[in-house]
């Protein structure tokens, strides 16, 4: 498998500020990250897809300038939550790509803001 | 990716085992079938693939159809700590590509 860390595992934080979530990749390099984002007894929706060393690709509807996306490294992608809103409020989850013949995701266990 | 279709719920005695159907009749000849399940606040968990033949883990067994059109996945002594909500997603095996959640069927094993 994969062993995957984020930090930090909650977060509580006022209207207005920014909040950075770190994803690292313990055990391998990991070319691309994904971002999801899951409310209250829904199911994950992918936010964006983080590529090391090039722009992240968002999906329909995310702002990517409210949601900052860095993947310096091969291990290290963080999600920047920019000026948070109660609406923000959710648990945000990265997973790396583990290659080879047969690709896997492995996930991290998740970062829960709420935003006050 | 292919659209799959799962039970809502399902309920389970510990001990016995647990059989998690899912439906994908769109599926691709070059597309897997992927398991994972979520327990309560935490990130999903890999638990099996597989393409056309059965799989087996240290976790579970994966069932496909011959015609590839649904599947079973079998947790073969269910335990308290199996109660998860289990997402079958379907797609190719390369190219980085996203995983597609639907719904999932949320597990209750039972005492």
């Known amino acids: 498998g994969a062993v995957v860390s984020q930090h930090p595992s909650w977060v509580i934080c006022k209207s207005g500020t920014s909040v950075k979530i770190e994803c690292r990749s313990l055990?391998?390099?990991?070319?691309?990250m994904f971002w999801y984002r899951q409310f209250p007894k829904q199911s994950l929706m992918l936010m964006a897809t983080?590529?090391?060393?090039?722009?992240?690709?968002?999906e329909q509807g995310v702002e990517k300038d409210k949601f900052l996306i860095n993947h310096a490294s091969l291990t290290l992608s963080t999600l920047t939550v920019t000026s948070a809103h109660p609406e923000d409020s959710s648990f945000y989850i990265c997973?790396?790509?583990?290659?080879?013949?047969?690709?896997?995701?492995?996930f991290g266990p998740g970062t829960r803001l709420l935003v006050l | 990716d292919a659209k799959t279709t799962q039970p809502t719920s399902m309920d389970c005695a510990e001990g016995r085992a647990a059989n998690l159907p899912c439906n994908h009749s769109?599926?691709?000849?070059?597309?897997?079938v992927y398991w994972y399940r979520q327990i309560h606040s935490q990130g999903p968990q890999y638990i099996i693939h597989?393409?056309?033949n059965n799989e087996t883990n240290e976790m579970a067994s994966l069932i496909i159809t011959e015609d590839r059109k649904s599947s079973t996945l079998i947790l073969p002594h269910a335990t308290l700590r199996d109660t998860a909500v289990y997402y079958c997603?379907?797609?190719?095996?390369?190219?980085?590509?996203?995983?597609?959640f639907g719904q999932g069927t949320r597990l209750t094993i039972n005492p």
């Open positions: 997973s790396v790509t583990r290659g080879g013949l047969i690709e896997t995701q492995y």
């Open positions: 055990d391998f390099q990991a070319t691309t």
């Open positions: 983080s590529n090391e060393g090039s722009k992240a690709t968002y």
């Open positions: 769109t599926i691709s000849g070059n597309e897997y």
């Open positions: 597989g393409l056309k």
């Open positions: 997603i379907v797609r190719v095996s390369q190219g980085a590509q996203k995983l597609v």
